[in-house]
């Protein structure tokens, strides 16, 4: 990544920031002034997930080419994913704090960040249990298709087991709801959109990177032996 | 389909000759639920708990039993044979059958010993909690089996097995649980029509997924 889009890519997420946090939104019902969290919160999610699909996309291109640098850009993709996570979860959680008075309810959505965090954790456990790095790659990559077929149900399984009351769920939906529309000013859509292309553009700059030093650790650890 | 058929009657021959995972298996149900009533003496347990605390029972028995399977193989050194004279889907449905025998088996002990200690669990649909705990498993073991074989390469082995299996099995467990609460509430066999059609679509998912991706885990 050329330097002047690093640069740009801090500048344009230091103005979404400041413009998130100080843009008038107008009224919405139920949320006011906590809605901002949607620049902050929903950008994290959406890595979290997209990062998660990536690992698993690297973990196919390893079985398919057997080639090292797909389980490490694998292994990298779900590093990052596993960030995006756990900020997306305490963003969510202040948020939660305020809006529905405890940190913590099990509603759907927490639910199923939840089981995100675990199958990262999963995902981790299994790397750090395998020694020799073929079977390693060959054994996570497995893991995280198996990981990624089962997380649909949730789709299924989480109405028939509570009610949500995230925003986004159910009759009262201030500014997204089931149907996909969304219920937000044009203005405030527009700071929307940059803040998941901004945070989009730094994790892919985020994944260049660590991926590079993940081959570079590798082809040095080779050339040794 | 011969290959599956003599794996399976080879780990059902030599559980029978030694009974070292249904003896364990069985102390484990005792000593499990045990510790549940002793720490549940004197308390009312509502229904839906009991449909809970079941579940919780069946989970870490599955997990303490189910991955012999295919660590037995590793540690004895006998894998190497296998993948000499069976193909590795033979292999997968043939350890996949014995695990489905073993955790209906251990299943059927659980359920007698929990009804007859837990004067809260009554179930009240018969027909919903049959096939809940005939679809669910299936589910259970198709999952674990083919987890066990991945675990079976690795280091830490007990350790890692229930961190791998329980989010790839938190949506049949969250389905089995609901379909046990409904069966112990008397609902009628229609509610938990959504729960099965769950249940059945779990299972059929992981084990057609266990059987494209087994030939990876078993030839590294």
Redesign the interface.
Known sequence: MKNWMKISIGIWIAAVVAIGIAMPIGYIPGLGAKARIIFFHVPMSWLAVLAFFMSMWYGIAYLRKKDMKMDIKSATAAELGFIFSILATITGSIWAKFNWGSFWNWDPRETSIFVLLLIYGAYFSLRSALEIEERRATLSAVYSIVAFVTVPFFVFIMPRMMTGLHPGEGSPAPIVNANGKMYMDANMRYVFYASLLGFSFLYVWLFQLRSKIGILTYNNHTEIE | MRGAVAIFSKDLNSELRTRYALNSLLMFVIVTLSIILFSTAGETVSPSLSAGILWIIIFFAAMSGLSRSFVSEEERGTSMTLQLWVKPSSVLTGKLLFNSLLIYVLNIMIIIAYTLTMPSFVVKTPSIFFITILIGSFGLSS?ST??AA??S????KGT?YP??S???L???L??VI?ATRLSTDGAAFGEAA??F??MF??SV??ST??IV?FD??WR?
């Open positions: 999952a083919f987890i991945i675990i390469k690795a280091n830490s890692l961190v791998l329980f989010p790839i938190l949506p049949l969250m389905s609901d959504g729960d059609k769950i679509s779990y998912v992981v997924v266990a991706l990876f885990v590294d």
